[in-house]
T-cell receptor, first 115, second 111 residues
Framework: GAVVSQHPSRVICKSGTSVKIECRSL??????MFWYRQFPKQSLMLMAT?????????EQGVEKDKFLINHASLTLSTLTVTSAHPEDSSFYIC???????????FGPGTRLTVL | QQQVKQSPQSLIVQKGGIPIINCAYE??????FPWYQQFPGKGPALLIA?????SEKKEGRFTISFNKSAKQFSLHIMDSQPGDSATYFC??????????FGKGTSLLVTP
Protein backbone atom coordinates (compact mmCIF):
# COMPACT_ATOMS: atom_id res chain seq x y z
CA GLY A 1 0.00 0.00 0.00
CA ALA A 2 0.83 3.72 0.21
CA VAL A 3 1.81 4.16 -3.43
CA VAL A 4 2.26 7.58 -4.98
CA SER A 5 2.64 7.99 -8.72
CA GLN A 6 3.81 10.88 -10.84
CA HIS A 7 3.25 11.61 -14.50
CA PRO A 8 5.17 12.17 -16.64
CA SER A 9 8.42 10.67 -15.41
CA ARG A 10 10.43 12.76 -17.86
CA VAL A 11 9.58 15.84 -19.89
CA ILE A 12 11.60 17.99 -22.23
CA CYS A 13 10.15 21.29 -23.34
CA LYS A 14 11.14 24.50 -25.04
CA SER A 15 11.75 27.66 -23.09
CA GLY A 16 8.56 29.65 -22.60
CA THR A 17 6.17 26.73 -22.61
CA SER A 18 4.17 25.42 -19.65
CA VAL A 19 4.45 21.94 -18.22
CA LYS A 20 1.97 20.13 -15.98
CA ILE A 21 3.06 17.38 -13.59
CA GLU A 22 0.51 15.11 -11.92
CA CYS A 23 0.85 13.48 -8.53
CA ARG A 24 -1.58 10.76 -7.49
CA SER A 25 -2.05 8.72 -4.36
CA LEU A 26 -3.12 5.33 -5.70
CA UNK A 27 -4.41 3.47 -2.67
CA UNK A 28 -5.10 6.08 -0.05
CA UNK A 29 -6.64 9.49 0.30
CA UNK A 30 -4.19 12.32 0.75
CA UNK A 31 -5.55 15.44 2.36
CA UNK A 32 -2.10 16.98 2.12
CA MET A 33 0.47 16.75 -0.65
CA PHE A 34 3.89 18.32 -0.82
CA TRP A 35 5.99 19.39 -3.77
CA TYR A 36 9.77 19.30 -3.61
CA ARG A 37 12.53 20.21 -6.04
CA GLN A 38 15.88 18.48 -6.09
CA PHE A 39 18.94 19.62 -8.00
CA PRO A 40 21.68 17.10 -8.85
CA LYS A 41 23.48 15.72 -5.83
CA GLN A 42 21.51 17.97 -3.51
CA SER A 43 18.82 17.49 -0.93
CA LEU A 44 15.10 17.94 -1.38
CA MET A 45 13.85 21.49 -1.06
CA LEU A 46 10.20 22.01 -0.17
CA MET A 47 8.41 24.21 -2.67
CA ALA A 48 4.84 24.15 -1.42
CA THR A 49 2.25 22.36 0.64
CA UNK A 50 -1.16 21.74 -0.84
CA UNK A 51 -4.32 20.82 0.99
CA UNK A 52 -7.29 19.41 -0.85
CA UNK A 53 -9.75 22.11 -1.75
CA UNK A 54 -7.69 25.06 -0.62
CA UNK A 55 -4.88 27.24 -1.89
CA UNK A 56 -1.34 25.95 -1.66
CA UNK A 57 1.12 27.39 0.81
CA UNK A 58 4.40 28.31 -0.84
CA GLU A 59 7.82 28.40 0.75
CA GLN A 60 9.76 31.63 0.82
CA GLY A 61 11.38 32.33 -2.51
CA VAL A 62 9.05 30.13 -4.57
CA GLU A 63 7.02 32.11 -7.08
CA LYS A 64 3.38 31.09 -6.76
CA ASP A 65 2.50 32.55 -10.16
CA LYS A 66 5.22 30.50 -11.81
CA PHE A 67 4.57 27.22 -10.01
CA LEU A 68 0.81 26.73 -10.01
CA ILE A 69 -0.46 24.02 -7.69
CA ASN A 70 -3.93 22.56 -7.76
CA HIS A 71 -5.16 19.94 -5.30
CA ALA A 72 -8.63 19.31 -6.64
CA SER A 73 -9.27 15.90 -5.12
CA LEU A 74 -8.07 13.66 -2.31
CA THR A 75 -5.95 11.64 -4.74
CA LEU A 76 -4.63 14.19 -7.21
CA SER A 77 -2.42 17.26 -7.06
CA THR A 78 -0.89 18.99 -10.06
CA LEU A 79 2.10 21.29 -10.41
CA THR A 80 2.22 23.50 -13.50
CA VAL A 81 5.49 25.20 -14.33
CA THR A 82 4.47 28.22 -16.36
CA SER A 83 6.71 29.87 -18.93
CA ALA A 84 9.49 27.44 -18.12
CA HIS A 85 13.11 28.52 -18.48
CA PRO A 86 16.32 26.48 -18.44
CA GLU A 87 16.92 27.34 -14.78
CA ASP A 88 13.68 25.51 -13.95
CA SER A 89 15.25 22.26 -15.10
CA SER A 90 15.25 19.99 -12.10
CA PHE A 91 13.85 16.85 -10.53
CA TYR A 92 10.38 17.52 -9.14
CA ILE A 93 9.09 15.15 -6.48
CA CYS A 94 5.73 15.06 -4.80
CA UNK A 95 4.77 13.35 -1.59
CA UNK A 96 1.45 12.58 -0.03
CA UNK A 97 0.37 12.32 3.55
CA UNK A 98 -1.44 9.14 4.46
CA UNK A 99 -3.75 10.27 7.24
CA UNK A 100 -4.32 6.73 8.46
CA UNK A 101 -0.66 6.27 9.33
CA UNK A 102 0.26 9.95 9.50
CA UNK A 103 3.28 9.27 7.33
CA UNK A 104 4.55 10.77 4.13
CA UNK A 105 5.20 8.76 0.97
CA PHE A 106 7.06 10.00 -2.07
CA GLY A 107 6.37 9.70 -5.76
CA PRO A 108 9.05 8.54 -8.21
CA GLY A 109 9.81 12.07 -9.39
CA THR A 110 9.61 13.94 -12.69
CA ARG A 111 12.74 15.01 -14.53
CA LEU A 112 12.08 18.36 -16.25
CA THR A 113 14.51 19.61 -18.87
CA VAL A 114 13.89 23.03 -20.39
CA LEU A 115 15.81 23.72 -23.58
CA GLN B 1 19.04 28.06 9.19
CA GLN B 2 19.53 24.37 8.58
CA GLN B 3 17.19 22.43 10.79
CA VAL B 4 18.80 19.04 10.24
CA LYS B 5 22.53 18.41 9.92
CA GLN B 6 23.66 15.10 8.41
CA SER B 7 27.08 13.49 8.30
CA PRO B 8 29.12 12.16 6.68
CA GLN B 9 28.54 13.47 3.18
CA SER B 10 29.85 10.25 1.69
CA LEU B 11 30.77 6.83 2.98
CA ILE B 12 32.49 3.77 1.56
CA VAL B 13 32.29 0.40 3.31
CA GLN B 14 33.04 -3.16 2.32
CA LYS B 15 30.29 -5.71 1.94
CA GLY B 16 29.25 -6.96 5.37
CA GLY B 17 30.33 -3.75 7.09
CA ILE B 18 28.07 -1.54 9.19
CA PRO B 19 27.80 1.99 7.82
CA ILE B 20 26.56 4.56 10.31
CA ILE B 21 25.01 7.85 9.28
CA ASN B 22 24.37 10.55 11.84
CA CYS B 23 21.88 13.40 12.04
CA ALA B 24 21.30 16.21 14.49
CA TYR B 25 18.24 18.42 14.72
CA GLU B 26 17.47 21.77 16.29
CA UNK B 27 13.77 21.89 17.05
CA UNK B 28 12.83 19.98 20.20
CA UNK B 29 9.19 20.01 19.10
CA UNK B 30 9.90 17.62 16.23
CA UNK B 31 8.24 14.27 16.80
CA UNK B 32 8.97 12.28 13.67
CA PHE B 33 12.36 11.17 12.37
CA PRO B 34 12.35 9.16 9.14
CA TRP B 35 15.15 7.89 6.95
CA TYR B 36 14.82 7.71 3.19
CA GLN B 37 16.80 5.80 0.60
CA GLN B 38 17.14 7.26 -2.88
CA PHE B 39 18.57 5.64 -5.98
CA PRO B 40 19.65 7.81 -8.94
CA GLY B 41 16.69 9.11 -10.91
CA LYS B 42 14.17 7.78 -8.40
CA GLY B 43 12.11 9.34 -5.66
CA PRO B 44 13.03 8.79 -2.00
CA ALA B 45 11.66 5.63 -0.43
CA LEU B 46 10.80 5.51 3.26
CA LEU B 47 13.15 3.05 4.99
CA ILE B 48 12.37 3.38 8.65
CA ALA B 49 11.09 6.04 11.01
CA UNK B 50 11.19 6.64 14.73
CA UNK B 51 9.30 8.78 17.20
CA UNK B 52 10.91 10.29 20.31
CA UNK B 53 9.27 7.94 22.79
CA UNK B 54 11.68 5.12 21.90
CA SER B 55 15.47 5.02 21.74
CA GLU B 56 15.91 2.36 19.10
CA LYS B 57 13.95 0.77 16.29
CA LYS B 58 14.92 -2.13 14.04
CA GLU B 59 13.45 -3.17 10.73
CA GLY B 60 15.34 -5.92 9.01
CA ARG B 61 18.95 -4.82 8.59
CA PHE B 62 18.18 -1.17 9.34
CA THR B 63 18.32 0.27 12.85
CA ILE B 64 17.64 3.78 14.06
CA SER B 65 19.20 4.92 17.32
CA PHE B 66 17.66 8.00 18.88
CA ASN B 67 19.08 10.24 21.60
CA LYS B 68 16.47 12.78 22.61
CA SER B 69 18.65 14.68 25.07
CA ALA B 70 21.41 15.13 22.51
CA LYS B 71 18.91 15.81 19.69
CA GLN B 72 20.64 13.24 17.55
CA PHE B 73 19.65 10.13 15.67
CA SER B 74 21.53 7.71 13.50
CA LEU B 75 21.00 4.97 10.94
CA HIS B 76 22.92 1.70 11.09
CA ILE B 77 22.87 -0.76 8.21
CA MET B 78 23.79 -4.25 9.32
CA ASP B 79 25.53 -6.66 6.95
CA SER B 80 25.60 -4.07 4.19
CA GLN B 81 25.34 -5.24 0.59
CA PRO B 82 26.33 -3.64 -2.74
CA GLY B 83 22.61 -3.18 -3.42
CA ASP B 84 22.48 -0.81 -0.46
CA SER B 85 24.62 1.67 -2.40
CA ALA B 86 22.41 4.76 -2.61
CA THR B 87 21.92 8.18 -1.12
CA TYR B 88 20.39 8.26 2.33
CA PHE B 89 18.50 11.23 3.73
CA CYS B 90 17.46 11.78 7.29
CA UNK B 91 14.56 14.08 8.01
CA UNK B 92 12.84 15.57 11.00
CA UNK B 93 9.54 17.24 11.58
CA UNK B 94 6.00 16.63 12.61
CA UNK B 95 4.47 13.46 11.19
CA UNK B 96 2.21 14.19 8.26
CA UNK B 97 3.66 17.62 7.69
CA UNK B 98 6.47 18.97 5.55
CA UNK B 99 9.78 17.50 6.54
CA UNK B 100 13.18 19.11 7.02
CA PHE B 101 15.78 17.07 5.20
CA GLY B 102 19.46 16.58 5.83
CA LYS B 103 21.82 17.09 2.90
CA GLY B 104 22.18 13.39 2.24
CA THR B 105 24.89 10.76 2.51
CA SER B 106 26.15 8.94 -0.54
CA LEU B 107 26.88 5.35 0.47
CA LEU B 108 28.98 2.97 -1.58
CA VAL B 109 29.22 -0.65 -0.53
CA THR B 110 32.07 -2.41 -2.30
CA PRO B 111 31.96 -6.14 -3.08
Amino acid sequence: GAVVSQHPSRVICKSGTSVKIECRSLDFQATTMFWYRQFPKQSLMLMATSNEGSKATYEQGVEKDKFLINHASLTLSTLTVTSAHPEDSSFYICSARDGSYNEQFFGPGTRLTVL
Amino acid sequence: QQQVKQSPQSLIVQKGGIPIINCAYENTAFDYFPWYQQFPGKGPALLIAIRPDVSEKKEGRFTISFNKSAKQFSLHIMDSQPGDSATYFCAAGHSGYALNFGKGTSLLVTP
